[in-house]
Antibody
Framework: EVKLLESGGGLVQPGGSLRLSCAAS????????MSWIRQSPGKAPEWLSF??????????EYNPSVKGRFTISRDDTQNVLYLQMNTLRVEDTAIYYC???????WGPGTMVTVSS | DIQMTQSPSFLSASVGDRVTINCKAS??????LNWYQQKLGEAPKLLIY???SLQTGIPSRFSGSGSGTDFTLTISSLQPEDVATYFC?????????FGSGTKLEIK
């Protein structure tokens, strides 16, 4: 059974940083691209980033809305996906989901609140 | 970015009804269109990928059609457990973009 579990969310002040983690199990993590997607309350989701697998040199893509502030990475030895978020803004407040491949399975999400 | 215009925003139908939800892309996305179901308080779940392929484990009353710019999700016989918000997603070009959602309720 595929499982994804995000962690690391919480309350942070504007300008602060957070690192989200996503623990994966039930599939061969190293074989798949992985993504981060967020959803603000009552809004449509927004695709933030994805990271390819080792066969594709772990290359990454970023939504322009977060490029330069957020960094995606992965540890295939621990089956964990990361999202380092810097210079956070109030508008980054959302539920953050990790997703397998191009969205065929999502974790339950972790809430990030950016507020003073 | 490719804009996805989804309609209607709200839909109220009776159990057993045939329901259709539409998405229109601002440019050709071939068949790179997914449909998701999101129940209250849960993560989105993939229903249909690449316009018309049913994801494993999804009931056959769900189907998708379309190509190019115009796409449709159909529920052939609405069930009470189908109450949810439905989103389309284009993944033809970066960044993938979602429609604004259709909230489906039972009359």
């Amino acid at each position: 059974e595929v499982k994804l579990l995000e962690s690391g969310g919480g309350l942070v002040q504007p300008g602060g940083s957070l690192r989200l983690s996503c623990a994966a199990s039930g599939f061969t993590f190293a074989d798949f691209y992985m993504s981060w997607i967020r959803q603000s309350p009552g809004k449509a989701p927004e695709w933030l980033s994805f990271i390819r697998n080792k066969a594709n040199s772990y290359t990454t893509e970023y939504n322009p809305s977060v490029k330069g502030r957020f960094t995606i990475s992965r540890d295939d030895t621990q089956n964990v996906l990361y999202l380092q978020m810097n210079t956070l803004r109030v508008e980054d407040t959302a539920i953050y989901y990790c997703a397998k491949h191009l969205g065929d399975f999502w974790g339950p999400g972790t809430m990030v609140t950016v507020s003073s | 970015d490719i804009q996805m215009t989804q309609s209607p925003s709200f839909l109220s139908a009776s159990v057993g009804d045939r329901v259709t939800i539409n998405c229109k892309a601002s440019q050709n996305i071939n068949r790179y269109l997914n449909w998701y179901q999101q129940k209250l308080g849960e993560a989105p779940k993939l229903l249909i990928y690449n316009a018309n392929s049913l994801q494993t484990g999804i009931p056959s009353r769900f189907s998708g059609s379309g190509s190019g710019t115009d796409f449709t999700l159909t529920i052939s016989s609405l069930q009470p457990e189908d109450v949810a918000t439905y989103f389309c997603l284009q993944h033809n070009s970066w960044p993938p973009t979602f429609g604004s959602g259709t909230k489906l309720e039972i009359k």
